[in-house]
């Protein structure tokens, strides 16, 4: 296909590490771009978590679920993301 959906709730260091993992085997066997679409609870540690996706990413997009709870906001986001070189929107 030209382009596939995945689907996690990964929401903690240990799960980044599993995706990340399975990342990197996708890497190995079809180097196509990346792109994230990433949400999480703003009581989560996003940085530890997004520390093991960036480096598989072409771009990360976030987004904020409201009314669903508390989320990582926007400016939490950028904030975390300036520590990374990578394409953010």
Avoid at 10 to 20: P, V
Avoid at 34 to 62: C, S, W, Y
Wanted: charged residues 20%.
């Amino acid at each position: 296909p030209k382009s596939e959906f995945w689907f996690d709730g990964g929401h903690n260091a240990e799960g980044a590490s599993a995706i990340a993992a399975q990342l990197q085997e996708w890497a190995a066997q079809d180097p196509k771009p990346l792109q994230v679409i990433f949400a999480m609870k703003g009581d989560k540690n996003a940085a530890a978590f997004l520390a093991q996706i960036v480096p598989f990413a072409e771009r990360i997009t976030h987004i904020d679920l409201e009314g669903v709870g508390t989320f990582l906001t926007e400016a939490s986001f950028m904030e975390i993301m300036k520590s990374f070189n990578t394409a953010i929107k």
